[in-house]
Nanobody
Framework: QVQLVESGGGLVQAGGSLRLSCAAS????????IGWYRQAPGKQRDLAAL???????DYPDSVKGRFIISRDNANDTVYLQMNSLKPEDTAVYYC??????????WGQGTQVTVSS
């Protein structure tokens, strides 16, 4: 089992920045891929950023050049630096991980609201 706890969400004006954190605990040595998904009201949950076991990031086009994901393996924490935020970035952001055994775990989510 892996437990994920997100923090760092909040309200920010368009053009501003936020940094999300996700602290992992439990069987963290099983973690292979870790990252962030987001879900806006009435929409499906979509990828925001992922980082694999080798440290290679993956971003959808909608956030490339604005979001940066980083992974601190020593502290079992993953960060999402979000810059130049837009109202369309408003969503609940969920931390997720896929283990080497193929299991997926999710955090409880943190709200990010970007005002125009």
């Amino acid at each position: 089992q892996v437990q994920l706890v997100e923090s760092g969400g909040g309200l920010v004006q368009a053009g501003g920045s936020l940094r999300l954190s996700c602290a992992a605990s439990g069987s963290t040595f099983h973690i292979r891929v870790i990252g962030w998904y987001r879900q806006a009201p009435g929409k499906q949950r979509d990828l925001a950023a992922l980082i694999n076991e080798g440290g290679r990031p993956d971003y959808p086009d909608s956030v490339k050049g604005r979001f940066i994901i980083s992974r601190d393996n020593a502290n079992d924490t993953v960060y999402l630096q979000m810059n130049s935020l837009k109202p369309e970035d408003t969503a609940v952001y969920y931390c997720m991980t896929v283990t080497w055994t193929g299991r997926t775990f999710w955090g409880q989510g943190t709200q990010v609201t970007v005002s125009s």
